[in-house]
């Protein structure tokens, strides 16, 4: 009787473990699967914001280089000497972004013309903007400053003056932070997310939210590692140098400018969605593994009563084998609400299809174990019809199934690695061998195992056939191998006139 009871008690823990394991394997792949599409789609719409902030930054370093450029023109004629008063020059700056002001100074810094109504005296001699273009350069472009006439945020584009071959003074154009609001606006990653461009030399020169102070990135990893690798591309910041907001950022250089675009969002609110997706993952889990142990502990407590009453070992017997049906009764219960939990969360996809399907074929082992009180052992070839029957039925397919199944055993722990085997590559078939939904015809032929206890699972279409050395390791492909694994044996694909599946594997 003891041997017995212990003999039931490990095929139920055999079948349910299986089932754990089965189902908490193809959860953890779906859990892999929504982080890293997570990621991908959070790296693709990064990207696409930095496409946006270098097409803006491209336009403000035209706007800059090409008013300098005009203002250097309309002054060719124009005597340079400071008299004291400063000038109006509208004619020469129509069209400037609001904001934007203009000023030409003589050698010595002093203002002669402006757009700046509001224009004092300020010394701009210790400006790098006015040092580097008084020091031979003809063009220039700041980095972030604070201006001297309004406390505002800016950054200058500055021009050398020279008249025969002599440094008269500079044309400068100050353009405010705020500039990269509207930047900011279109963008609109969500959460805690700025815009901002950089010097190549790895000064800032504008950011959005404007920053507290400048920042000189040139020790930075943007510019230590990223870019020496490639002109564009994505990395995450564990910790922004700037506010300590970990980003996921994507950079992209300016052509034809001194800038790099950033365009960094929030990495916390980027993995929201993946974040509910694992909070269902793990309520799910719970529920599997909540209910699993329940019955298990509710089996051992009914096991060790009935090891105690040994003058009712008929109907402790009876009852053992109720409970065990009542086990994968439940099992194959708390797998169909997991189907109801992942319809209500992925209604309609594609991967919910693929899922649904999977749990269909574990559901089906369970199916074969209660009905037919085998719990050690199920016949194989009534395992394969049913699951091939689910799996066309599932998906409306218009095929003619003829089966060569011998009568063989599959052990219950086993069982689920077959049904999952079979379930794949059928529905690979119905899905890719007649993709217009044509009829077809499909083969499913089992062997009876040989003399050392191998068994031949084959599976056969007539359909449109596939480049074997194509096949891309995607989920229905690493579950095949490891369907195959767990059923000690190996397999192959060829494409001839249709697709043939060879598998040996044992099944006990």
């Known amino acids: 009787m003891g041997g017995s009871t212990r003999s039931v008690s490990k095929v139920a823990a055999v079948a349910t473990a299986a089932a754990l394991i089965a189902l908490l394997s193809i959860l953890g792949t779906w859990a892999a699967q929504a982080y890293f599409m997570s990621i991908d789609r959070a790296e693709e719409r990064a990207m696409a914001s930095a496409k946006i902030v270098s097409s803006h930054v491209s336009w403000i370093h035209q706007m800059g280089t090409q008013t300098v450029r005009r203002i250097d023109d309309a002054l060719r004629l124009t005597d340079l000497r400071f008299d004291g008063n400063i000038r109006d020059m509208d004619l020469a700056t129509q069209g400037l972004p609001s904001g934007v002001q203009a000023y030409v100074v003589d050698a010595e810094?002093?203002?002669?013309?402006?757009?700046?109504?509001?224009?004092?005296?300020?010394?701009?001699?210790?400006?790098?903007?006015?040092?580097?273009?008084?020091?031979?350069?003809?063009?220039?472009?700041?980095?972030?400053?604070?201006?001297?006439?309004?406390?505002?945020?800016?950054?200058?584009?500055?021009?050398?003056?020279?008249?025969?071959?002599?440094?008269?003074?500079?044309i400068m154009v100050s353009v405010p932070a705020e500039i990269t609001r509207p930047i900011w606006e279109t963008v609109d990653l969500g959460g805690n997310y700025a815009v901002s461009f950089i010097r190549d030399d790895g000064m800032l020169v504008a950011r959005y939210p404007l920053p507290g102070t400048t920042l000189d990135m040139s020790g930075y990893i943007l510019f230590t590692k990223y870019l020496k690798d490639a002109p564009s591309g994505t990395y995450f910041a564990e910790a922004s140098?700037?506010?300590?907001?970990?980003?996921?950022?994507?950079?992209r250089r300016v052509e034809g400018t001194p800038f790099i675009a950033v365009a960094a969002a929030d990495y916390e609110f980027l993995m929201q969605p993946f974040r509910q997706t694992l909070?269902?993952?793990?309520?799910?889990?719970?529920?599997?593994?909540?209910?699993?142990?329940?019955?298990?502990?509710?089996?051992?407590?009914?096991?060790?009563?009935?090891?105690?009453q040994s003058a009712q070992l008929a109907k402790a017997l009876e009852t053992n084998e109720m409970l065990l049906r009542e086990i994968h009764h439940r099992v194959k219960n708390n797998l169909q609400s997991v189907m109801s939990l992942v319809r209500l969360q992925m209604r309609g996809s594609e991967s919910f299809e693929a899922l649904s399907s999977r749990i269909k074929s574990m559901i089906a082992v369970h199916e074969q174990i209660y009905k037919h009180d085998a719990y050690a052992q199920i016949d194989a070839a009534e395992l394969i019809k049913a699951v091939v029957s689910s799996a066309v039925s599932a998906h409306d397919a218009k095929l003619h199934v003829e089966f060569d199944l011998q009568s063989a055993p599959v052990s219950a722990d086993k069982a689920t690695a077959l049904a999952l085997l079979v379930n794949e590559v059928v529905t690979n078939a119905i899905k890719y061998a007649y993709p217009d939904g044509e009829e077809g015809r499909l083969l499913v032929a089992l062997t009876a195992p040989n003399e050392v206890g191998k068994s031949r699972l084959s599976i056969i279409d007539n359909g449109v056939g596939f480049d074997v050395s194509a096949v891309s390791s995607g989920t229905g492909t690493r579950l095949i191998d490891g369907s195959v694994r767990q059923l000690d044996g190996s397999y192959d694909f060829q494409s001839q006139a249709g697709t043939r599946f060879a598998a040996t594997v044992s099944l006990v």
């Open 109 to 170: 810094g002093r203002t002669l013309y402006s757009t700046d109504p509001e224009i004092k005296p300020v010394d701009i001699t210790d400006r790098d903007y006015f040092k580097a273009v008084r020091d031979g350069q003809i063009e220039y472009v700041s980095s972030l400053l604070i201006s001297r006439l309004n406390g505002n945020q800016i950054f200058v584009f500055s021009r050398r003056i020279v008249r025969e071959g002599r440094f008269m003074g500079a």
């Open 279 to 308: 909070l269902m993952l793990i309520v799910v889990a719970a529920m599997v593994i909540g209910g699993a142990a329940a019955a298990g502990w509710w089996i051992r407590h009914l096991l060790r009563d009935q090891e105690q």
């Open 241 to 251: 140098p700037m506010d300590g907001v970990k980003r996921l950022v994507a950079y």
